[in-house]
């Protein structure tokens, strides 16, 4: 289980900690344990009822009637907030609170209804990533576990590959060519991923190498291939002493080709970019960035 301080909790919740104190000491909503030092300690069903009670808040309701409300009832009152097609926090907490229980039907359900009411690049953008952001802080806090992790993981991974293949082919002879990729021993995927779908949405064609790749195959795909750009993410590989060295060697390899980083490990401080590199910080970049290219000519 969690353990949560009343600051991890405004973080995560985007109630404020005055708030969530005076709800806790008028309606009861919740019951923190003390540490020796009187410091309030919060558990994952707390942060799960909080987020369902900010979703109840943001939709009109009045905190003394949820305060009267079971939890059945909270819980029945919030699925039917996540037809609200334009608030998209309230779907962030509800994933949120979803993955804290386990849940794997309703964290299915409104990750299918944002993506229907959405589409998927939206969904992507205004839900999903906020999502993967407020679990990386969980991560770093140390109050999310393995399992919970992965069950999200894998539930968007499906999703990004059930859009991508829904996607009508792209012939590689009439549109820019991308070759996506993650470097030897990175097994974080899901930007490449959304990276795929973007360029594929766009009338670019991508070939998708995915995970684990040893940058000396880049070579021959180049030769053979001729992409017009290069793409990987760099999360927790290489290490960050050794970011400078695989940038030079994969410009080296491709010395014609475009090359192009994101993920935390493409912003080291002291990073010195190639001619033919360029990086990205928000994925927003990224999309700029092919959107001009949507309707330029494709090269020969």
């Known amino acids: 289980m969690g353990h949560f301080s009343i600051s991890d909790l405004e973080q995560l919740s985007g109630i404020k900690a005055h708030t969530i104190r005076i709800w806790e000491q008028r309606y009861g909503i919740l019951r923190p344990v003390r540490t020796a030092t009187n410091i309030r300690t919060y558990c994952d069903s707390d942060l799960r009822r909080l987020l369902n009670v900010a979703t109840l808040c943001s939709r009109g309701y009045r905190i003394s009637k949820i305060a009267q409300l079971t939890e059945q009832e909270i819980c029945q009152a919030v699925i039917s907030c996540h037809e609200d097609t334009n608030n998209y ?5 509800g994933l949120l609170a979803s993955m804290l229980a386990m849940d794997e039907p309703q964290l299915n359900d409104i990750l299918n209804q944002s993506i229907y009411q959405l589409g998927f690049e939206a969904a992507m953008l205004h839900v999903i990533y906020p999502f993967l952001q407020r679990i990386g802080v969980m991560w770093q806090a140390g109050t999310v576990n393995p399992a919970q992790e992965h069950l999200v993981t894998n539930l968007i991974r499906q999703k990004m590959m059930a859009a991508i293949d829904a996607l009508c082919p792209v012939q590689p002879c009439a549109a820019h060519r991308w070759v996506l990729f993650l470097p030897e021993g990175e097994m974080h995927e899901l ?103 949507e309707h330029a000519q494709a090269p020969a």
């Open 191 to 293: 930007a490449l991923l959304f990276m795929s779908y973007a360029l594929r949405f766009r009338g670019h064609h991508v070939l998708y190498l995915g995970q684990n790749l040893p940058i000396a195959e880049l070579k021959a795909v180049c030769e053979s291939y001729q992409p017009y750009a290069l793409c990987t993410v760099l999360t927790a590989v290489p290490e960050r002493d050794r970011v400078q060295d695989f940038v030079d060697q994969l410009a080296d390899l491709c010395p014609s080709k475009e090359v192009n980083l994101y993920g935390p490990l493409a912003h080291v401080e002291g990073l010195q970019l190639p001619a033919n590199a360029m990086r990205y910080r928000l994925m927003t970049d990224f999309l700029k960035k092919i959107d001009q290219l």
């Open 89 to 93: 926090c309230q779907r962030v907490n």
